[in-house]
C-alpha cells in the first residue's frame, strides 16, 4: 500500500488567487501529493495565469466556471470530478488558495482522512492570539454557540476551509448537501449531525495575512446565507407557539362571559389552566407532526417518539400554567405573562427535543 498522498485528493477553490496559491501548490507536490484539484470559480482573465502555472508545472487538474457561482458549488464541482473520473481517490482534503492552511496541517489531515473514513475531519483554528482579525473571532463565537446552542453541534471552528472528507461520505452525503456559497461548510456540519456521522477536530495554525483582506466573505451577506439554515428549526416552533397564543385568547373570549365577576381566584386558576391545556393540545400535534418529519428528520415508527414527546408537552403545560399563574404576576394581563414564559419554555423545550424526543438512534447491524 502506497502512502495516503497518492489516493487522498487536495481539493483548492479559488477565486482571483495570486501567487500565494502557485507556492503552496509547489509545496504541495514536493511534499508527495499527486491529485491536486483547483477549481477556478470566475476568475478575471488576468488571474487565470496562476492556474495555468499550477497545471503545466506540478500536473494539477482546473475545473473552471467561467463566472462565480460560489465556494459550494466550487467544492461540489470537484467532489463530481472525484466520484465519476477517479475510482481510486479514496478521500479528499478542502484547502483555501490564500495562504492561511499550511503543508504540515494539510498533510495531517489528509493523514487523518485516510486512517478514518467514516469521519468528518476539521482542521480547527486557535483564536486566542491577538493578532487575530475582530471580525473572525467574533464571527467564529458568535456562530460556533449559535450552531451549540440551535443543532446541538459542539466544534471549536465552524467556518474553517480546512476538512477532511472521505470517499463513501462525499459520495452519500456531502456531495447532495444544499448550498451554494459560504453557508454550504455550515450546511455539511449539520449534515453530519443528521445522518450521525462523528467529527474529529485537530489544531491548526491561525494564520491571517495582509488581515484577512484576501478572503471573499462578506461579514454581513453571507452569514445571513449561514443563519438562514436555522429558518428551518425556528418555523415550526414559532408556527405553534402563534397556534397556542391564538387559541389561548381566543378561548379567552369565548369562556370569559361564562364566568361572573365576583368568582373565586381559585377559579380563575382553573379557567388558565383550562385555556392552557386546550391550546397546547391543538398546536403540540401540528408541532409534533412537523417537528418528526421537516424539522427533525427522524423517520422512525416507534411509538416511544410520541409517548416522550408528549411527555414532555405534559411538563411543559403544567409549568405554563403554574408559572404564568404564580410569577410575574405585576404584569396585569396573563396573555402577556404567558407569551413571556413560553418564550423561556420554548428555548428549554427545543434542546430536550433535539437530543432526547426525536434524537435519532443508530441502526444494529
Known sequence: MGSYKEYIAVIIPALDPDERMTAL????????????????????????????????????????HVVNFGKGIALKSAFNYILESCPDIRGAVTVDCDGQHVLQNIDTCARLTAENPD??????????????????????????QVIRLLCGIQVSDTQTGLRGLPTPLIQNYFANTKGERFEYEMNMLIAAKEHMIPIQEFPIETIY???????????????????????KFMLSSLSSFLIDIFLYWLLGLVLRP?????????????????????SRLLSSLFNFLVNKNQVFKNDSKSPAIIVKYYTLCIIQL??????????????????????IIDTI?????????????????????
Do not use: M
Open 25 to 64: 501548490v509547489g509545496e504541495l507536490h514536493t511534499s508527495g501529493f499527486r491529485n491536486i484539484i483547483l477549481v477556478d470559480d470566475g476568475s478575471a482573465l488576468e488571474n487565470r495565469i496562476h492556474f495555468k502555472q499550477c497545471k503545466e508545472q506540478y500536473g494539477c487538474k482546473i475545473i473552471r
Open 209 to 231: 495575512l495582509e488581515h484577512n483582506e484576501s478572503s471573499h466573505f462578506n461579514p454581513f451577506l453571507d452569514s445571513i446565507r449561514i443563519y438562514k439554515v436555522f429558518l
Open 318 to 339: 403544567l409549568l405554563s400554567a403554574l408559572l404564568v399563574n404564580h410569577l410575574l404576576s405585576f404584569i396585569a394581563y396573563s396573555t402577556i405573562r404567558k407569551c
Open 119 to 144: 469521519k468528518l475531519i476539521l482542521g480547527c483554528r486557535q483564536f486566542r492570539e491577538k493578532n487575530i482579525p475582530w471580525r473572525s473571532r467574533f464571527g467564529n463565537k458568535l456562530t460556533r
Open 258 to 278: 361564562w364566568i361572573p365577576d365576583d368568582v373565586e381566584v381559585f377559579n380563575i386558576s382553573v379557567l388558565i389552566l383550562l385555556r392552557t391545556v386546550i
Open 345 to 365: 419554555l420554548f428555548a428549554i423545550s427545543f434542546q430536550i427535543q433535539r437530543e432526547w424526543v426525536f434524537k435519532k438512534v443508530p441502526e444494529r447491524k
